[in-house]
């Protein structure tokens, strides 16, 4: 990879020199778990101010309707926050997708929702590392990219969703919408502590079973009732028996019960599935449905199936990785040692390479102890990962394609 131009370096310095900070600091401030809509409202239009400095269109897009079902068996609609939308150039001739997200797992009630320094340089809050300060990451390197003479070459679309911690069931459509004929995509979940980027991702599925079985005295007529109770933890056990190198499952809760008298005839047993390749997910599916159907038989129960993969797998393939080693030999100009590896975790990414472009999904800044009261950002990551991100969109430019 050829040298650091001048005009590079004046973007880079630019792109280093933005308040991200004080950015961090103002949005982590705001709760915006993805079940708080006051929240969630508060922080989009912040965001929608922030990054109105970029040229092109800002726009609050609706999510759409998601269903889940409730500790009753009842399908319920749950309605989500906008999702911000920014859109710069769609004429040029490279076109790239950078995703991040709003939501936090911390609702409005968690104890969680202060700022501290734990020590000099890191910074101690809900949402500093995952992700906020990825979002100040974004528009610190797109505001310098804005200056640079290789901008008029560059369209992008920002797509900033309220929903991702939950699955992105209200962002989906929105995000395979947005990576249509785009030649690369950088998502910006926190990167480890260490630097090290997510590589190869599993797919994830989450699985709500509805059993309903029949009611009756546990002890005048107990053998005239089927226990609802019995076939999911039944359904449990053989789903969790699925597990394999290539499927993680885990049944995670059931719903159901009531007097200790009654035998019960409702419940719902709650699994998520991660397959690490689409042989494995298809399989997983059809496992699923030939273990309810057995169950349904063994317990003279009903078994009705709610939910799906909302996450196909994320291999590693070539054109994934020539954008990682992208990735790479632009952290190595810049003095950073870039390394990646495989993980359990899941993002937006998923999402974004089943559609066929290649992403990375870890350019946000380094930090840890995510989904926790320990949750840290690196402050000093900041700058850093901005440089990275700059001179990856220059270099993509410069080369058409990842």
């Known amino acids: 990879m050829t040298a650091l131009t001048a005009s590079e370096m004046a973007t880079l310095e630019r792109a280093a020199d933005a308040p991200m900070l004080a950015a961090v600091e103002a949005w982590a401030a705001v709760n915006s778990g993805t079940g708080n809509l006051a929240g969630l409202k508060t922080i989009a239009g912040m965001l929608a101010d922030a990054f109105a400095v970029l040229p092109g269109t800002v726009r609050l897009v609706e999510p759409d309707p998601v269903e889940s ?10 309605v989500r926050g906008d999702h911000l939308h920014i859109r710069v150039r769609p004429d040029a001739p490279v076109q790239l ?4 997200h709003m939501d936090t797992v911390f609702p409005a009630d968690h104890p969680f929702q202060s700022l501290t320094w734990r020590e000099p340089g890191v910074l101690n809050g809900p949402g500093t590392a995952d992700m906020k300060g990825g979002i100040a990451v974004i528009l610190a390197a797109l505001t310098a990219l804005e200056a640079s003479p290789l901008a008029p070459r560059i369209g992008y679309d920002v797509m900033i969703n309220s929903d991702e911690e939950t699955g992105s ?17 950088l998502t910006y979940e926190p990167a480890l502590p260490d630097g090290t980027l997510a590589g190869a991702r599993p797919g994830s599925g ?11 005295h546990a002890g005048r007529n107990p053998e005239e009732g089927r226990n609802a109770l019995i076939a999911a933890a039944d ?4 789903l969790n028996a699925l597990k394999s190198p290539d499927l993680k499952v885990n049944p995670a809760k059931i719903d159901g019960g009531g007097p200790n008298n ?3 005839d409702q419940a719902i047993l709650r699994v998520n599935m991660r397959p690490a390749t689409p042989a494995a997910m ?16 063994k317990h003279d129960v009903h078994c009705h199936l709610h939910g799906g993969f909302n996450r196909p797998p994320k291999p590693l393939d070539e054109p994934a990785t020539r954008l990682f080693e992208l990735v790479r030999d632009c952290g190595a100009l810049l003095g950073i040692a870039i390394d990646w590896k495989a993980t359990g975790g899941v993002c937006d990414g998923n999402n974004i390479a089943a559609c066929g472009v290649p992403v990375v999904d870890t350019m946000g800044p380094r930090g840890g102890a995510i989904h926790s009261a320990d949750e840290f ?4 990551s900041l700058p850093e990962r901005a440089r990275l991100s700059a001179l990856t969109m220059l270099r993509l430019a410069e080369r058409g394609t990842a």
């Open 69 to 78: 079902v409730d500790a009753a068996g009842r399908v319920q609609t749950i």
């Open 377 to 380: 950002l690196i402050v000093d």
């Open 262 to 264: 009654v035998v019960p």
């Open 235 to 238: 359904l449990a056990l053989r």
């Open 97 to 100: 997708l950078l995703t991040g």
């Open 169 to 185: 069931h209200a962002s989906a459509a929105l995000i395979a919408e947005l990576a249509k004929g785009k030649a690369a995509a």
């Open 206 to 216: 989450n699985f709500s079973v509805s059993i309903h079985g029949r009611s009756a």
């Open 282 to 297: 298809a399989a997983a599916e059809a496992a699923l449905r030939d273990a309810m159907a057995a169950v349904a038989r």
